[in-house]
Each structure stands twice: as structure tokens, then as C-alpha cells.
């Protein structure tokens, strides 16, 4: 058994009804049963390669009258069966066994550090940093352990966004301010907590080994092949962005190693999907509900998540206009949250990040 071939559990995974049924029974503290109306739906597909996600919608029976027990709820299990079914994509024999055993230390790896993010998150609780809220977490227990997995809230009437679509200046201070408040509040991680998260490395190793050249090579051939008559001016366009930013995580991974960095903790893989929204009375305006998918979370430069927030996330007019206005937000917020200042303002952000970005803006 393996964590990329299908089981019989839920989504095809090695988690049962019965253990997610146990899990919410002990965190709401009910006799209340799953029942015969149960039900699994697949909302993960085209979000990520390393977990399936199921919307559970229980069918309580037996619950107390004073229970409020939820509706529905989210399952993310941790499994490479996503991986599994990118084979077809890009051709079978870049995914073959041998290589979908080396990457299952990845996969177990994220999902360990997203939990240990989640507990921490639990405990600062802090109103800055919105989150889902988590029924049960399981980690990898060892590395023949099959079940992993994160039991929260189903957040309805999300605004869904693809990574082509831009969040105004206006709407992103919330997700500034939160992945700013975490890095500051991380400070205070004892040497053996920050050892249960990755380097600054860990980025570019894990997308180096997903995507290697030949695999990106192959992939855009098969791209090419399908689409290249039709979109071929597309597909011109696209390609070299999905390169430049290979080549930014690796810029990413090696900033820290210039004189006045220093390291702190990141979310890491900010972008549209993993940011929930809502709209705001107005239709117009997000509201940001929740920040997502903590599994990349490691140590990096200060900073390093609002970069990559102004890059994936506002257009360029407001990156130009705005841009100053948010690494002023993101600084002020580390260094209140912190209690002091741990970089300055001036040889971590003006000099460096503005200046060195502009271009790309």
C-alpha cells in the first residue's frame, strides 16, 4: 500500500468513514453517529497535488437537542494519488513508481509542517490571522503511515478565484496584515518548534523535483500539441512566465543569504487559491475569510510572503500606485506585533524588494 494508489477509503484514500466520524465525535464531545444519508464530495480537484479534499455532509442522528453540531465540514487527507493522475497529463513515465516513492517524503513532509502551523495558529488565536476553524489534525506518524489529515469548517459562498484575476490594493491589506502578524508572532518559536519547519531551500528543492526541465519540457509539449494551433499566441505567453517563476522561487530561497537579511517564519505559497474570500454588501469589495493551505509554511526572508503577494496578486497599476503604501503596512505590523523592530524598513523592503521587483510590476 501507498499513498499514490487508490484505497477504499474516503476519495479513494486510506482514511474511513470511521475515523473522521471518531475525530468529530471527540471534538464536539457527542454520542451523535454518521448516518445512512452520508456523504463525500470531491471539492480538491485543480488545487494542489498533494491532497484530496472532501466536503462532508454527515447526516447526524442521535444528537441531543442542545447540540449544534455542523451541517457539513472539510476533510483535507494528505495523498499522492493527484500526483497519480498528473501522470496522464504530462506522461506516465515521469511519474513511475520509483519517482512517486521519493516524492512521498514531500508530501508527508508539507502535510506534517501544515499541522504543526495549524496548532500554532490555534494557540495564537489571533483576530489578525483569520483561519478555518480545525475540528482534528493528524500527522505522518512515521513513513509507512497512511492516514493524515486536517478536519475544518466548510466555509460557504466563497468567492472563487483563478490566478489570472487581481485583488485590489485596498482588499489585500487584510492578508498583509495577517501574514505579517504570524511571521511576529512566530518569533517567539523555541529552536526545537522552528525544527519541525523547512529552510529556506525546501521551496526550491520540492519544485525542482515536481517540475524538473524535462518534465516542464514535456509538459509544454504536450501543451503545444493539444492547444498550439488554436492558442499558440497564448501558449507563447505563458510558457516563459511558468519558467520566470521557477526561476523566482529559486531568487526567493537565496535572498536570506544577503547581508542584512533575516530569517523569519512564512506562509510561502501565497496566491488566489489559497486565500478565501467573500463579498462584502457592496458586491464588489472581499472580505478575507480565511488564508489557506499552510503546508509550505518555512523559514525565509522577512518579507518574503508580501512579495509574493504583490506579485501574484495585484495588477500592475496598483503594485506601482500601492505598493509602497503595503510594504509600509507589512513593516509597521511585524514591528508592532514583535514589540520591536527585528529589520528596518529601508535595507529590507526600499532598497531590496521595491527596487528589485519594479521591473516585473
Keep these: 500500500m501507498s499513498l499514490y494508489k487508490p484505497s477504499s477509503g474516503l476519495l479513494e484514500t486510506h482514511v474511513t468513514w470511521q475515523d473522521v466520524e471518531g475525530e468529530m465525535q471527540k471534538a464536539l464531545g457527542t454520542h451523535a453517529v454518521f448516518g445512512p444519508n452520508k456523504k463525500e464530495t470531491n471539492i480538491g480537484d485543480l488545487k494542489g497535488f498533494m491532497s484530496r479534499i472532501a466536503l462532508i ?42 519517482k512517486l ?22 494557540k495564537f488565536n489571533h483576530p489578525d490571522i483569520p483561519y478555518t476553524k480545525v475540528y482534528a489534525l493528524k500527522s505522518f506518524s512515521n513513513e509507512s503511515d497512511l492516514k493524515a489529515y486536517i478536519i475544518s469548517d466548510f466555509v460557504p459562498n466563497v468567492h472563487c478565484m483563478g490566478m ?8 489585500i491589506t487584510q492578508l498583509i496584515k495577517g501574514v505579517a502578524t504570524f511571521s511576529a508572532l512566530a518569533q517567539s518559536f ?15 528543492s520540492a519544485f525542482g523535483e515536481f517540475f524538473s526541465d524535462e518534465q516542464l519540457d514535456k509538459m509544454f509539449g504536450s501543451l503545444d500539441a493539444i492547444f498550439g494551433l488554436e492558442h499558440k499566441d497564448l501558449l507563447e505567453k505563458v510558457v516563459p512566465i511558468f519558467r520566470y517563476y521557477k526561476t523566482l522561487i529559486k531568487n526567493f530561497a537565496h535572498i536570506h543569504e544577503n547581508p542584512g537579511f533575516k530569517l523569519v517564519l512564512n506562509h510561502n505559497d501565497l496566491w488566489q487559491a489559497n486565500m478565501l474570500h467573500s463579498l462584502k454588501d457592496d458586491g464588489k469589495s472581499l472580505k478575507l475569510e480565511a488564508i489557506i493551505d499552510w503546508q509550505c509554511v518555512g523559514r525565509g526572508a522577512a518579507g518574503s510572503d508580501m512579495v509574493r503577494a504583490l506579485i501574484c496578486c495585484l495588477n500592475a497599476q496598483d503594485r506601482r500606485e500601492k505598493g509602497g503604501e503595503l510594504l509600509k503596512l507589512y513593516y509597521d505590523t511585524f514591528t508592532k506585533v514583535h514589540g520591536e523592530e527585528y529589520f528596518t524598513m529601508e535595507e529590507s523592503f526600499k532598497i531590496f524588494y521595491f527596487r528589485k521587483f519594479r521591473k516585473g510590476f
Design 57 to 98: 455532509d454527515p447526516d447526524w442522528q442521535g444528537a441531543e437537542d442542545n447540540e449544534n453540531l455542523p451541517e457539513k465540514f472539510a476533510v483535507k487527507i494528505s495523498s499522492q494519488i493527484a500526483h497519480a493522475k498528473l501522470a496522464s497529463v504530462i506522461g506516465a513515465e515521469e511519474f513511475d513508481e520509483q
Design 101 to 122: 516513492e521519493m516524492l512521498s517524503a514531500f508530501t508527508r513532509k508539507f502535510h506534517n509542517q501544515e499541522v504543526e502551523a495549524y496548532r500554532h495558529l490555534i
Design 164 to 171: 489570472h484575476q487581481s485583488i485590489s490594493g485596498n482588499d
Design 190 to 204: 523555541t529552536e526545537e518548534e522552528l525544527t519541525k519547519f523547512s529552510g529556506p531551500e525546501m521551496m526550491e
